[in-house]
């Protein structure tokens, strides 16, 4: 499905379907290129505030105006940045493309997360493992609206309605283990109710969450498609324009479009993006098949691996149909203090959280997530070489025999 009859980005190309992800990234926003200086890096546009037309017959009062009209000032005139801005266009229409869907970005993953339970107003949410982030937001929504909560997805089966929120995180952060989505997807739209999947651990094209017929795609775009741990921002996607109208026209109030020079930079990494993604994959299954060959010589630590490659289940292949990979999975130590040490032992592996990073990390990861075991360890596997990854993993284990 290209992206044709886009009746709120005029920019975008019918013919994306007819290019591979690479491609579109460094090229779908061409259409925007200025036309005034010819530079080839899109420019950064800093200000908040543009200038009315000098015209004064334009000058048309805001609820006068034609949706075409204001269409025009929100993608091509500007008026005011926390509306719309000239490189957060550029990177949605780049995003239409390679999403085929229509993209709203935010200035975190947490802000589309903001977006779209704001747009549905459940009155109950299902959600299991998934980003403890966003436990936290459905805890704000009961708290303030009486939003019934369920930790349990298979409770949907028992108690879904229509309307409710079905949100699926798969891959799922921090084990990097995948969910057999197709059955929770078909249920909750024969309730008629909505389904968010938030696809952060596997950006395109490493699965295709409209295959499975999902309502809302999410991302944090902080992770891979920005690639450099430098900047925030998230995303919805949607196929439906109505919808995507909705989301934008709510943006502008809940004040959560990214900021102009992440946008920038976030185009910047996308030109990048195929490039990282693909060594990331390359590594990380380097590094767990290692892990798993050698974990008999680490019998006394305790050591346990999680990650998609190693699930047997059929709906793993089915969604993770191509040669690509999420790039995180976990490892269970003896206890605390045994992460520690690990973790202290390491040389390229940075102690930090978060990840997509060109550099590797590793996060004992109940430092920030309150619900998870306190001798788990998260890896994010970076771009380095995966010998020296490996042989970093390997020096850490062996001095702790
Ligand atoms: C799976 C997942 N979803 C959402 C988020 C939230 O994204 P952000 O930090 O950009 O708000 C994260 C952050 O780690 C995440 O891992």
């Known amino acids: 499905m290209g992206i044709t009859n886009n009746d709120y980005k005029s920019t975008t190309s019918s013919e994306s379907d007819d290019y591979d992800i690479n491609t579109l990234m460094i090229h779908a926003d061409d259409a925007l290129n200025n036309r005034v200086v010819n530079d080839v890096a899109p420019p950064i546009n800093v200000s908040t505030t543009f200038r009315y037309s000098k015209n004064p017959d334009d000058w048309i009062p805001w609820k006068d105006q034609t949706e075409e009209e204001q269409n025009k000032l929100l993608n091509e005139d500007f008026i005011y940045s926390r509306l719309s801005h000239p490189n957060n266009i550029r990177l949605e229409t780049n995003l239409n493309n390679v999403f085929k869907g229509y993209t709203t970005v935010y200035n975190s993953g947490l802000s589309a997360f903001n977006g779209v339970i704001t747009y549905i107003n459940p009155k109950q949410v299902f959600f299991q493992d998934c980003y403890h982030g966003v436990k936290s937001i459905t805890r704000i929504w009961e708290r303030n609206h009486g939003v019934k909560v369920y930790t349990n997805l ?209 996060e004992i990861r109940c430092l920030t997530d309150p619900h998870i075991s306190m001798n788990l360890i998260r890896f994010s596997i970076g771009c380095e070489a995966s010998k020296d990854l490996i042989n970093d993993i390997q020096q850490s284990l062996e001095k702790m025999l």
């Open 154 to 362: 298979d409770d949907v089966f028992e108690h879904l309605k229509e309307g409710d929120l079905v949100h699926l995180e798969s891959p799922i952060n921090p084990y990097g283990t995948v969910i057999d989505v197709a059955k929770y997807i078909k249920f909750a739209h024969s309730k008629k109710a909505y389904v968010v999947w938030d696809a952060t651990f596997a950006p395109p094209p490493t699965v295709d969450p409209w295959k499975y017929d999902t309502d809302f795609i999410m991302h944090s775009l902080t992770k891979y498609f920005g690639g450099h741990s430098d900047l925030l921002a998230g995303a919805l996607i949607t196929r439906d324009s109505k919808i995507d109208h909705v989301l934008k026209n709510d943006r502008i109030y809940l004040g959560t479009n990214i900021g102009n020079l992440e946008a920038y930079l976030l185009l910047r990494s996308l030109r990048t993006y195929e490039m990282r993604f693909k060594q990331q994959s390359v590594n990380v299954t380097n590094v767990v098949n290692w892990l798993t060959e050698n974990k008999h010589k680490y019998e006394s630590l305790g050591l346990k691996i999680t990650h998609a490659i190693l699930q047997t289940d059929s709906f793993v292949k089915d969604q993770l149909s191509g040669d690509l990979t999420t790039p995180v999975f976990s490892l269970y130590l003896k206890d605390f203090e045994t992460c520690k040490k690990f973790v202290t032992n390491l040389k390229f592996f940075q102690h930090a959280t978060s990840l997509g990073g060109v550099e590797s990390l590793v």
